[in-house]
């Protein structure tokens, strides 16, 4: 863990990236403390350009503060980043690892499934599931995880494979160990390394994918997320830049900060590769 | 003054200076021939005839290539088009119109009394709801000569003349309709009608482009080569094409409003608010009177008090339009200034007549939840939900916002499946055409645009029904004044805005919006100069 | 002396020759029927499982519906009969190329598609080349140069696109490009009513193409350089550049002859993967370009909610994606002597 | 004049590694037709010291001080572009690995002819051809046509030096060359070399870990350790005579002695009749693919006590077998019978209680621990599985890892805090602590250093004898089977083909596959002195005459 640590904290990008992490799940945490009032609710004329004391990053076009909405924002996306992401990670890791372990026509009749889903065009998926069933927080969610497990499943599935002819798992097999010890103590431990920074490379993949879901006006209308709020600024850039430039750059300083954090920790955990660094 | 009929009984006869004309401006050099408009159609209409679709696009477009027998001027008085005059019988019942001569449909074919007694009593009459239920009143259809046509009606029905203008009552040609599928007609993907320009080509998700008819009935018309509709579906690359010069027209909704402040100060642009008047759209929020505690006067009276109509206006629509005062809007005939009052803005009143109502905050401060489906139209309609449930949430109600596509929302409206919504509607020109269909028990049904509301009040159904039925305008006059009393005290709906769609085109483009018709007129006297 | 099992069969292209390339795209085509048939039966599923069925959305927007209005919509759509023959009709109906009819511009959805096809293919082909030719170059140059200024200037900017949303660069490019400095149309395909032949009507379309084709190029630029320039960096670490160098292989020829051509063969295998996200990504950019493609047609049927529109684009992306998978796999097995025999 | 003279040659290491020189003050000299081997264990810096003579070396690696003067010009003084004109025409350099040293996307003669492209010269049409001819490949026209991968390993390191000898160097670097190498086929490599140095009078340098490879090919000898070369001199010398007690303990290890013979006496524990094993490879969903006989039919017997040796190149199938025994691998048909019980008939749940019973020794000592727990779990797991009480498995770990010689405080920490020889021994702690009948160990050496080797065989000998093990060893390593082994049988293509007491096998072997192999072993004619064995031709190595090992020579450092 240490050496991880020292592997990790060389890499000054994912360093950078942590920090900025950190502070936007600060940010989402203060929400409400440091903007004591809804996202929604105008506090202040509409349009009004950023500086003001108030209003620091200006107010949109029904006058509601455009930093109230970055700071709530950040909670939906990260929720939704996270959320999309932990059940993608569930079906990928569940059907990765019985492929992987379990080889053989199960592991063919997973793979053409997993198959399918990373050929059909994802995005296009997601659009398709959410118009279907109707923006929500959930369908979003679920529609960004229908589209995002496959990977998971085929890293889980290859490192399944590899550790399978492992040594030290034919000797658990040959100590006499169950299936379920072999998988949980022996394999899986071992294969979540690559998995860890899958999931971070998800989570931002996830805030993306949320955001041209928005864009496209396929956003839950009863939370503010960034995506939400380009949407809504987009239209209106000549006139109020800050309505879509702010958000639009969360979007993009998370997303960075998490690609950061997700190639120092394949660095930190593949140090073969970091040294060449 | 809105006494369309008497007026209407000398059309014929009287002479140009006496009749209502077209608003043309005097004072502009002489029309010029020739030119190219490029302009946009958004979003892409799914067909271009008149009665087979008769959504916004498809009027717009077709109504370039189609004719109705009438137009109107600003003020709803009727206006020739392929009826060059017309008289009504004593007993207000039989209705004569007088073609114009020389009319050619596009493929050649003259157009003769029978197309127009074709598209009224068959093609209209089939296809379109809105068209069955007025001309299922005429009890016969005449043609005494090519020329002629004679219509006599069950009864009296006094806005009878503000269904034949080519947005109602476009006439197409019977030899190529009768006896098919109207709806499946090959000529649908090629259109055929009467109208100044003919169609050439529509590159689906591109454009379509229409070009001048040689053998139109006005000789020397229309003045454009061309008409080019752009389809795009982005709104601001449709202001950019505006801004850059590549169109040089927008309508309807092409310009969302917080662009039009910034158009309105260009000096090569003129914005035109005008041309509506037929349509005169009120919007509102649509309340579903089954709903608990919203089938309470006092609530409604206190969302309508916890509403700043003003800031509607102003903040969402940049000031584009009119803040509605009634069900009836100002630009509609017997609209009565003196009656149509709403609640006026005051968030505290509103919460003294929920506190009335017995509905008092809880610990969250919220006295009651109701859901709001938004009107799927786009952005603005988007932002007014929103600011419902912010204006809402200021008085202690809260609002869920749900969205859904224009296909479920209209499906869910009809199955009265929402609380609140919101919703415009025209008015046609008369409160019986376009304001009863929404108020009158009669018309409580599982159908869209009905009284999906579930309103209900006799006197209401009373008054109306002494408007629809009567022939005397005093009658009908009163009748309405009564009823808009009626309706602004009760808000069986929370009337918000009549709206203005912004016409914007380069100054150098001429006669554009010169009848109520507005940007759905023919075109036939635009020109580029 | 012992000879391996596989002993060297140099004649030709290896053991299977052109007819193992063969061979393998009638296992692709295989592949690709398992696929349109997975997808249509997804899309039934979809259709069945939005709320309300297509005959009451058409009624509810017609503005009037009667009861036999309905029954004669859902003759007309088949909706009366039993699932299990809805299926097989519907399956029946996409094998015959035939993807249902757009309830809202009563035409045919394959002619809708085939309409824009050509706009997209376009697009996204222009992108991709543009993506796959910069990113390989900028990937090479970065890994070539590992660790000084170029290398961290490529990398920080590859890194930029791949965090920003296409659509924002959409929106940036055009304020820059468009609206500010008035250099390049900003939507549309061509000059409408322009009249332009030959090659001006080229240069037209070419100039309206930049934008957009920039825009969707870039994030896959990114991705395409930070992968060649792993790639790159993973080869150069190999034996056989040992080799290379021990023969006297000049560093220019090493880096293009040996590091690039390996190090090629993971991108050409990602630029396959990532096929489906481009052609899903033109739907943002065709939204904002105003591209006439089936992106927008997407967006539209999105707009409308005309779910058969939808789903078509849906089947006929995912049968381009199998498509480009296939003429990558055949690709890399052209560069790459080894898949021949796997 | 000498053809290579390296003075005082010092490599610094990056700072933070283990030693601060990788190279430390190294000097040799090479004549003109002269083979000088630099042997040393991993770590010991022969490979750099090769890599720094063609110019090889990674960046982060500095060349502190000394000279490397070739043909009387010195390297390190040399531009890239004149040393680049070096490497390849008067420098030729093979590598270990065949099977990654190709570019797997040019065609064998491409990249032959690629050296003589960058170097100027023409006729690659008939050169390459010939020289394909001249390192003994079939069908030279045809074989330059060939990808990469359709090549054997042998093949393919043919190829390299190929390549290596197309501009006809001076000098040969042959780094390990053989090691990659299946036993035959090394022999066949070394002696193409040796021909080839003959027959052109180059000189070559010959970097191996592997005293029988040196005593094959060597008239010169350098010992190097941790950086430096400790000592030099005639092959003869160096192997009968060594000085340096580092060249001492390293020539004791090399095993060299034949098991004592435990007559077959006892039940059977183990008997393996008509045992196959067939694996199908690339099996898609639409068929296709190939069939792999990895198995086909084995019979065998192990008695209580003894230590039977399952011998054969890679691919032979050993493995295959050995796994199939304990069911790694379930076997196609046949029976095995441990005991009284068949095992191939048993499932998932039968096979629990002989878990216990037969327990297994792996290869690989870096990838056989689970990385993630410590080795007290490590060993006490399999106990707890089968059932004892997880204090009392717990508290044998201590007992099981001096059982193994290494200290019990190892038992809290993680593998990765050990060597490789005392990872293998917690392995073997970790079959221990079964109480096992029956060990299988799968070549449980191969992948240590000689001197490790020595120490690990050593402990299982005397663990067979403390505990009465009966042992079924797989190995490649004839000499390694020969010392440990009471019996002997050798596998070809899936097959036994001979079995029988170790000293009858390795003196008069009856099948020809076992004639070639023995007649592989490196350095057969060299008997390390330290035993002091008769020379006679065809006796190898003379049974009977054990003495222990007392060297510790290569100290394991602890962690």
């Known amino acids: 863990m240490k050496l991880f640590l020292r592997a990790y904290a060389r890499n000054k990008g994912a360093i950078a990236g942590i920090i900025v992490v950190l502070l936007v799940c600060l940010i989402a945490a203060l929400a409400s403390w440091v903007f004591p009032y809804s996202p929604w609710d105008m506090q202040g004329a509409p349009f009004q350009p950023p500086g003001d004391p108030d209003l620091w990053l200006g107010s949109d076009s029904l006058g509601r503060d455009v930093a109230a909405g970055i700071a709530y924002g950040a909670r939906v996306s990260l929720l939704i980043g996270a959320v999309s992401t932990a059940a993608a990670l569930c079906l990928g890791v569940t059907l990765g690892a019985i492929a992987g372990y379990a080889s053989g026509a199960l592991d063919d009749a997973i793979m053409r499934f997993t198959e399918f889903f990373q050929t059909v065009p994802s995005f296009i998926l997601a659009i398709v599931l959410v118009a279907i069933f109707s923006p929500s927080l959930g369908s979003i969610v679920s529609a960004i995880a229908v589209v995002s497990w496959p990977p998971v499943t085929r890293v889980v599935r290859a490192e399944f494979l590899s550790l399978r002819s492992r040594e030290f798992v034919q000797a658990a097999e040959v100590l006499g160990h169950s299936h379920t010890t072999i998988i949980w103590r022996e394999i899986l431990p071992n294969a979540l390394a690559p998995v860890i920074v899958l999931a971070s490379l998800m989570v931002a993949n996830a805030i993306l994918l949320e955001s041209g879901l928005s864009f496209l006006g396929l956003g839950d209308p009863n939370l503010i997320s960034w995506g939400y709020m380009i949407g809504a600024g987009r239209s209106v850039i000549r006139l109020a830049w800050w309505m879509s430039v702010f958000p639009g750059l969360a979007i993009f300083l998370t997303v960075l900060a998490l690609n950061l954090v997700g190639e120092g920790l394949g660095d930190a955990l593949n140090p073969r590769l970091a040294r060449r660094r | 003054m809105h006494d369309l009929t008497r007026r209407t009984l000398f059309a014929g006869a009287a002479a140009a200076g006496l009749l209502p004309t077209i608003s043309r401006a005097q004072t502009t050099p002489a029309p010029k021939h020739g030119g190219t408009l490029n302009t946009i159609l958004t979003p892409e209409p799914p067909i271009l005839v008149l009665g087979v679709n008769n959504q916004g696009p498809t009027q717009l477009a077709a109504g370039k290539l189609f004719e109705g027998l009438l137009q109107y001027t600003f003020k709803l008085e009727p206006l020739p088009q392929l009826a060059k005059s017309w008289s009504l019988s004593d007993d207000k019942k039989t209705y004569t119109f007088k073609l114009q001569d020389n009319v050619k449909f596009h493929d050649g074919q003259p157009m003769t009394a029978d197309d127009v007694i074709f598209s009224i009593t068959k093609f209209h009459l089939e296809l379109s709801p809105r068209a069955r239920l007025i001309f299922s009143m005429i009890k016969e259809a005449t043609s005494p000569d090519p020329h002629t046509v004679v219509l006599t009606l069950a009864q009296p029905f006094d806005p009878f003349l503000l269904m034949f203008d080519v947005t109602a009552c476009a006439i197409v040609p019977r030899h190529i309709y009768a006896g098919t599928d109207y709806r499946t007609n090959p000529a649908n993907q090629h259109p055929i009608g009467t109208g100044p320009f003919q169609f050439v080509e529509w590159q689906r998700g591109n454009f379509i482009r229409l070009k001048k008819f040689d053998q139109y009935w006005t000789a020397g018309e229309p003045y454009l080569d061309e008409i080019i509709y752009n389809i795009i579906p982005d709104s601001q690359s449709r202001a950019l094409a505006l801004e850059t010069g590549k169109v040089q027209l927008t309508q309807a909704n092409d310009i969302e409003p917080f662009d039009i402040p910034r158009f309105k100060a260009k000096p090569n642009l003129e914005v035109e608010l005008h041309g509506w008047e037929y349509a005169s759209q009120l919007s509102w929020i649509e309340i579903n009177h089954r709903v608990k505690p919203l089938d309470d006067i006092r609530v409604r009276q206190a969302i309508s008090h916890a509403l700043d109509r003003n800031f509607i206006l102003n903040k969402l629509w940049f000031g584009i339009g009119k803040v509605a005062t009634g069900p009836i809007a100002s630009t509609t005939r017997f609209y009565d200034p003196k009656v149509a009052k709403l609640q006026a803005y005051d968030p505290n009143k509103a919460k003294a007549l929920l506190d009335a109502a017995g509905l008092k905050p809880n610990a969250k401060g919220v006295r009651f939840t109701i859901k709001q489906l938004a009107l799927p139209y786009g952005e603005v309609w988007t932002r007014l939900s929103e600011y419902f449930r912010t204006a809402l949430g200021h008085v202690g109600i809260e609002v869920v916002l749900e969205t859904t596509d224009a296909g479920a929302w209209a499906k869910r409206i009809g199955d009265w499946d929402y609380e609140t919504s919101t919703n415009f509607l025209s008015q046609f020109g008369d409160p019986t055409l376009g304001v009863e269909r929404s108020y009158v028990s009669t018309n409580i049904k599982k159908i869209t645009f009905t009284n999906t509301g579930g309103y209900t009040n006799p006197k209401v159904d009373d008054l109306f029904a002494t408007a629809r039925q009567s022939g005397d305008s005093a009658v009908r006059a009163k009748a309405f004044s009564d009823v808009q009393a009626i309706l602004c005290d009760e808000v069986p709906q929370l009337w918000l805005m009549e709206l203005a769609w912004p016409t914007i085109h380069e100054k150098k483009l001429h006669d554009v919006i010169t009848t109520a018709m507005g940007p759905n007129a023919g075109f036939s006297g635009v020109w580029i100069g | ?342 | 004049m000498s053809l290579l003279s390296v003075q005082d040659l010092t490599i610094a290491l990056p700072p933070g590694a283990d030693r601060p020189h990788a190279v430390a003050g190294v000097s040799f000299t090479l004549d003109p037709g002269e083979v000088l081997c630099i042997v040393g264990e991993s770590g010991s810096g022969k490979s750099l010291s090769a890599a720094a003579i063609m110019g090889l070396l990674p960046p982060v690696l500095r060349r502190e001080r000394g000279t490397i003067e070739f043909e009387g010009r010195d390297l390190l003084a040399l531009s890239q572009t004149e040393m680049r004109a070096f490497r390849g025409a008067r420098l030729g350099m093979i590598f270990q690995e065949p099977m990654t040293a190709l570019n797997p996307l040019m065609r064998v003669g491409d990249q032959i002819a690629e050296v003589l492209a960058v170097h100027n010269a023409g006729g690659a049409r008939d050169r390459v051809p010939e020289l394909l001819a001249a390192v003994n490949l079939p069908d030279p026209t045809r074989l330059a046509r060939a990808w990469p991968h359709l090549l054997s390993g042998g093949q393919r390191q043919r190829v390299m030096i190929a390549m290596a000898l197309a501009l006809e160097p001076t000098l040969l670097i042959a780094d390990e060359p053989t090691t990659a190498l299946d036993v035959t086929t090394q022999m066949q490599i070394l002696r193409l070399i040796k021909d080839i140095q003959q027959r052109r009078g180059m000189g070559v340098l010959f970097i191996t870990h592997d005293f029988g490879v040196v005593a094959e090919i060597a008239d010169r000898v350098a010992v190097m350790q941790e950086g430096r070369i400790v000592e030099a001199g005639g092959t003869t010398q160096v192997l009968d005579a060594p000085e340096h007690p580092y060249t001492r303990a390293l020539i004791a290890a090399v095993p060299h002695r034949m098991a004592a013979h435990i007559p077959a006496e006892g039940r059977p524990v183990l008997e393996v009749v008509g045992v196959r094993k067939t694996f199908r490879r690339g099996a898609g969903l639409f068929g296709g693919g190939t069939t792999v006989h990895a198995v086909a039919d084995a019979d065998f017997v192990l008695r209580k006590g003894e230590t039977l040796g399952l011998v054969g190149e890679s691919g032979s199938g050993k493995s295959t077998l050995a796994r199939c025994v304990v069911r790694l691998v379930q076997p196609d048909e046949g029976a095995i019978r441990f005991h009284d019980t068949n095992l191939a008939r048993l499932d998932r749940r039968g096979w629990k209680p002989f878990r216990k019973r037969i327990q297994m020794v792996f290869q690989d000592p870096f990838a056989s621990l689970n990385p993630r727990r410590r080795v007290s779990e490590i060993i006490a797991d399999g106990p707890i599985a089968a059932g004892t009480p997880r204090i009392e498995a717990l508290h044998r770990v201590g007992e099981l890892l001096s059982l193994v010689q290494l200290d019990p405080s190892a038992a809290d920490r993680f593998p990765h805090e050990f060597s490789g020889g005392q990872r293998q021994r917690i392995g073997i702690a970790r079959a221990l602590a079964m109480d096992p009948e029956l060990l299988i160990a799968d070549e449980p050496v191969s992948a240590l250093d000689v001197s490790v080797q020595a120490q690990v065989l050593d402990l299982l000998e005397e663990l067979r004898q403390r505990l009465g093990l009966t042992m079924l060893f797989i190995t490649h390593d004839l000499r390694v089977a020969a010392q440990i082994c009471s019996r002997i049988a050798v596998m070809q293509h899936g097959r036994i083909v001979e079995q029988g007491e170790t000293a009858q096998v390795f003196n008069t072997p009856r099948h020809p596959y076992t004639q070639s192999l023995l007649d592989s072993i490196p350095g057969r004619s060299w008997a390390s002195p330290v035993t002091s064995l008769s020379r006679a031709a065809g006796e190898g190595w003379g049974g009977g005459n054990v003495t222990t090992n007392t060297a510790q020579p290569h100290q394991v450092t602890n962690p």
Request: glycine share 10%; with cysteine.
């Open chain 3, 1 to 342: 002396m012992t000879l391996s099992p596989t002993s060297p069969s140099p004649r030709g292209r290896g053991v299977g020759g052109w007819g193992h390339l063969a061979s393998l795209a009638a296992q692709r085509l295989l592949k690709i029927v398992a696929v349109i048939l997975a997808i249509a039966v997804t899309n039934f599923l979809l259709i069945h499982a939005a709320p309300g069925d297509p005959a009451s959305v058409i009624a509810g927007e017609s503005g009037a519906a009667d009861p036999q209005f309905m029954a004669q919509l859902r003759a007309q759509f088949g909706l009366d009969q039993p699932l299990s023959t809805q299926l097989a009709i519907y399956l029946n109906h996409v094998l015959h190329g035939d993807l249902g009819t757009s309830f809202r511009q009563g035409r045919p959805v394959a002619a809708l598609i085939f309409e824009r096809l050509p706009a997209t293919l376009l697009l996204t082909g222009c992108a991709f080349a543009f993506a796959i030719v910069a990113g390989i170059a900028l990937g090479a140059m970065a890994a070539n140069r590992v660790g000084r200024i170029t290398d961290s200037v490529i990398t920080v900017l590859a890194l930029g696109f791949y965090a920003t949303p296409l659509f924002w660069v959409g929106l940036m490019l055009v304020l820059l490009l468009s609206v500010w400095l008035n250099w390049l149309p900003s939507f549309g395909m061509e000059t409408v009513g322009a009249g332009y032949t030959g090659l001006t009507a080229i240069a037209d379309v070419a100039q309206h193409l930049i934008l957009p084709a920039l825009t969707l190029g870039l994030f896959y630029m990114a991705v395409y350089a930070r992968l060649t320039r792993a790639s790159m960096l993973e080869v150069s670490a190999q034996d056989f550049v040992r080799t290379a160098r021990a023969k006297g292989v000049p560093e220019g020829r090493i880096l293009r002859r040996h590091i690039l051509r390996n190090a090629l063969l993971p991108v050409i295998t990602f630029a396959g993967i990532q096929a489906g996200q481009l052609i899903g990504g033109s739907i943002l950019v065709e939204t904002v370009f105003a591209w006439p493609g089936i992106g927008r047609l997407a967006f539209d049927a999105l707009l409308a909610r005309d779910y058969q529109v939808l789903l078509g684009v849906f089947l006929v992306t995912s049968i381009l994606v199998v498509l480009f998978n296939l003429l990558t796999d055949l690709l890399y097995a052209v560069i790459d002597p080894r898949v021949q025999t796997a």
